[in-house]
């Protein structure tokens, strides 16, 4: 009963938090100055110029006072209308979710790669406490947390330039727009294309992005393994599973594991939400689709539309992330209360 009341307590947090957000980016937005008429008229010049921004305001809503915008602005958040896009004049919740898979797909590979080889390092280390694979692990894990990930990114970048690196080959590119995309995960819709060309060609390019995305929750996952290892194994159960001659393997397995798993799944969850964030930046480096590149244009071209929806989108996205991890956590240890 006390996991069923922090699990609907910690849900309506969220759900009133996500529409302050919306109601705080809008107004953020909304007062900045630049004007989208001016963007959505094709910046007009000349003696109709201004009847065309007139009319590109009124059929935008700002013409509107500030109130009525946000009341109408949140009835069609609701319904699913987010807008048309200003600069791309497409609608904007579709914008927003095919660039938010695309970034998607960056995290996605960065958690296969940074969750197993952290599970690995730091199981290693906590089982060579004090030795010298123990120190190098460590001051590995230091090293990987603390280098920004945009120049670990441009630092990869510049290793891979001169090897004709770039979102897709040349040989499968122009092949690409032969199908469209389902899912916005280009590896995912080029299995689902039968085009295993495509697919590897992605799938070894997204790779180095990836790399230099997991280096952080590598570097501060390994490290709360480590510790949290280390502690289960001074704890009486473990040293008697030791004591009866158990193989390593299966007290690590059996015994230590089960032990951390709420502190994991709760950190996963936090870093899921940094990476996402971290993303936007490293796939400019690599020259990617996703919220990040979509949200630059946005802000250059006053696609205010486009920048609310990003923002709240993104916003959702963690706190629903930040709010499973923390009902995972209430779930596996029933001493978390709100």
Same mark, same amino acid.
């Given at each position: 009963?006390?996991?069923?009341?922090?699990?609907?307590?910690?849900?309506?947090?969220?759900?009133?938090?996500?529409?302050?957000?919306?109601?705080?980016?809008?107004?953020?937005?909304?007062?900045?100055?630049?004007?989208? *008429?001016?963007?959505?008229?094709?910046?007009?010049?000349?003696?109709? #110029?201004?009847?065309?921004?007139?009319?590109?305001?009124?059929?935008?809503?700002?013409?509107?006072?500030?109130?009525?915008?946000?009341?109408? %602005?949140?009835?069609?958040?609701?319904?699913?209308?987010?807008?048309?896009?200003?600069?791309?004049?497409?609608?904007?919740?579709?914008?927003?979710?095919?660039?938010?898979?695309?970034?998607?797909?960056?995290?996605? %590979?960065?958690?296969?790669?940074?969750?197993?080889?952290?599970?690995?390092?730091?199981?290693?280390?906590?089982?060579?406490?004090?030795?010298?694979?123990?120190?190098?692990?460590?001051?590995?894990?230091?090293?990987? *947390?603390?280098?920004?990930?945009?120049?670990?990114?441009?630092?990869?970048f510049l290793m891979l330039y001169l090897f004709g690196y770039g979102y897709l080959g040349l040989r499968v590119s122009p092949k690409y727009?032969?199908?469209?995309?389902?899912?916005?995960?280009?590896?995912?819709?080029?299995?689902? #294309?039968?085009?295993?060309?495509?697919?590897?060609? #992605?799938?070894?390019?997204?790779?180095?992005?990836?790399?230099?995305?997991?280096?952080?929750?590598?570097?501060?996952?390994?490290?709360?393994?480590?510790?949290?290892?280390?502690?289960?194994?001074?704890?009486?159960?473990?040293?008697? #599973?030791?004591?009866?001659?158990?193989?390593?393997?299966?007290?690590?397995?059996?015994?230590?594991?089960?032990?951390?798993?709420?502190?994991? *799944?709760?950190?996963?969850?936090?870093?899921?939400?940094?990476?996402?964030?971290?993303?936007?930046?490293?796939?400019?480096?690599?020259?990617?689709?996703?919220?990040?590149?979509?949200?630059?244009?946005?802000?250059?071209?006053?696609?205010?539309?486009?920048?609310?929806?990003?923002?709240?989108?993104?916003?959702?996205?963690?706190?629903?992330?930040?709010?499973?991890?923390?009902?995972?956590?209430?779930?596996?240890?029933?001493?978390?209360?709100?």
């Open positions: 009963m006390l996991t069923l009341n922090y699990i609907a307590k910690r849900i309506v947090i969220s759900t009133l938090l996500i529409f302050g957000i919306v109601i705080l980016t809008f107004l953020m937005i909304q007062l900045t100055p630049g004007d989208p *008429a001016i963007i959505w008229a094709g910046k007009p010049r000349g003696p109709g #110029a201004t009847a065309a921004i007139a009319r590109a305001r009124e059929y935008l809503g700002l013409n509107l006072p500030l109130y009525q915008r946000l009341a109408l %602005y949140m009835y069609k958040f609701l319904m699913g209308d987010w807008g048309l896009s200003v600069e791309f004049k497409q609608p904007v919740f579709h914008l927003v979710v095919r660039n938010f898979m695309a970034s998607l797909e960056i995290v996605v %590979y960065a958690f296969a790669v940074a969750v197993p080889l952290s599970l690995w390092l730091g199981t290693r280390a906590a089982l060579s406490r004090g030795g010298l694979g123990d120190k190098t692990i460590y001051f590995l894990s230091v090293v990987l *947390a603390g280098m920004p990930r945009f120049l670990v990114a441009v630092l990869i727009t032969t199908f469209s995309g389902l899912t916005g995960m280009i590896t995912v819709d080029s299995l689902i #294309a039968g085009r295993l060309d495509i697919f590897l060609d #992605a799938f070894l390019r997204l790779i180095p992005a990836s790399i230099a995305l997991a280096t952080y929750p590598m570097g501060v996952i390994t490290r709360v393994v480590r510790v949290s290892l280390s502690e289960t194994f001074e704890e009486e159960y473990v040293r008697q #599973a030791i004591s009866i001659g158990l193989p390593r393997k299966v007290i690590v397995r059996r015994y230590a594991y089960p032990n951390i798993v709420s502190v994991v *799944a709760q950190l996963t969850g936090l870093l899921f939400s940094y990476m996402l964030l971290e993303t936007m930046v490293v796939e400019n480096v690599f020259s990617r689709e996703g919220l990040g590149t979509l949200t630059s244009r946005a802000i250059v071209a006053s696609d205010y539309p486009v920048v609310i929806g990003a923002t709240v989108f993104t916003s959702i996205v963690l706190i629903v992330a930040n709010t499973i991890a923390d009902i995972v956590q209430a779930v596996t240890n029933p001493r978390v209360q709100l």
